[in-house]
């Protein structure tokens, strides 16, 4: 199971570092990808999850690794909405933050059920479009942890509210 965090802004990638960790105790073989919504900071978010004591790896990153790392940042441009159709669960970013949200309609489009937080002043239409629809609007870390741990056990729900948001995307 794949745990996607895209179009997160500073501040936010802790969180979701904190939330997956957490997470990692009843799903050990989740994988988390954070995609920064600004690539300049890939950097700093592999230097946050090494100290959270995680292995870590960009995604432009030559060598190979050992093993499969248990964290991969997304540091390139345009690859973000097929990184969405890998993931078994996406949370969008800008919405822990003052920022206003994210696009959440993107990984809806590719079937996967997507968790967002509070702050989604700038995206109102398509909070409404989800909300119920394959979009969970989450009020904080905890919450975030609560729900992904009840999609993530149980594949079956994930797959339905996938499909829920693709289709309210497409309608």
């Known amino acids: 199971p794949i745990f996607i965090a895209g179009s997160t802004h500073e501040g936010e990638e802790a969180v979701i570092i904190d939330v997956f960790k957490r997470l990692l105790a009843d799903h050990p073989r989740l994988r988390l990808v954070l995609a920064p919504r600004y690539i300049e900071r890939a950097a700093k978010l592999k230097a946050l999850a090494e100290a959270a004591g995680l292995s870590v790896r960009a ?50 489009a590719q079937g996967r059920p997507v968790l967002f937080g509070p702050n989604m002043d700038n995206f109102h239409d398509s909070v409404q479009v989800l909300v119920g629809r394959g979009g969970i609007q989450v009020k904080d870390a905890d919450h975030l942890h609560r729900v992904a741990h009840e999609l993530l056990s149980r594949p079956e729900k994930l797959a339905e509210l996938g499909e829920l948001a693709r289709t309210a995307v497409t309608q």
């Open 59 to 108: 995604r432009t990153d030559k060598d190979p690794a050992a093993e499969p790392p248990r964290v991969v940042v997304l540091d390139t441009i345009g690859e973000l909405s097929l990184a969405y159709g890998l993931g078994s669960l996406v949370f969008v970013g800008g919405s822990f933050t003052s920022r206003g949200g994210q696009n959440i309609l993107e990984p809806a």
